[in-house]
């Protein structure tokens, strides 16, 4: 690990709260809790925060996004679940109509060829 990233985690590790997606506010934050004499090694330092920062507030939404997608499709599941029930009530109480309607029709065609 290089040492960018090795200083950038020791002083996330204890002041991440401070930090934001704002490279500039990072910048002062930086300042305020430790001692960095190289301008460059400052910036390079806020830089990867900034972009550390940036990066889980991403993938938590992304993970978010995710979670919703699958509640939405569970939800759907059993709407439809509920929907092909309903069909199945539907069409047994249909299959009993015709039957009884089948079996009426048979009783008065037979009863027409006994007359």
Do not use: C, P, W
């Not at 509920?82 to 065609?109: F, P, R």
């Amino acid at each position: 690990m290089d040492r960018i990233k090795r200083l950038s985690y020791e002083v996330l590790d204890g002041h991440k709260s401070k930090f934001g997606e704002d490279f500039a506010d990072n910048k002062k934050a930086l300042d305020q809790i430790s001692i960095v004499r190289s301008k460059g090694l400052k910036n390079e330092i806020a830089g990867y925060i900034t972009k550390f920062i940036k990066k889980e507030i991403r993938e938590e939404k992304a993970k978010q996004a995710r979670i919703e997608a699958s509640k939405s499709v569970e939800q759907d599941e059993e709407q439809s679940e509920i929907e092909l029930t309903e069909d199945n009530i539907t069409d047994e109480a249909t299959e009993t109509v015709v039957e009884t309607t089948s079996t009426e029709e048979s009783s008065e065609t037979s009863e027409e060829k006994t007359e």
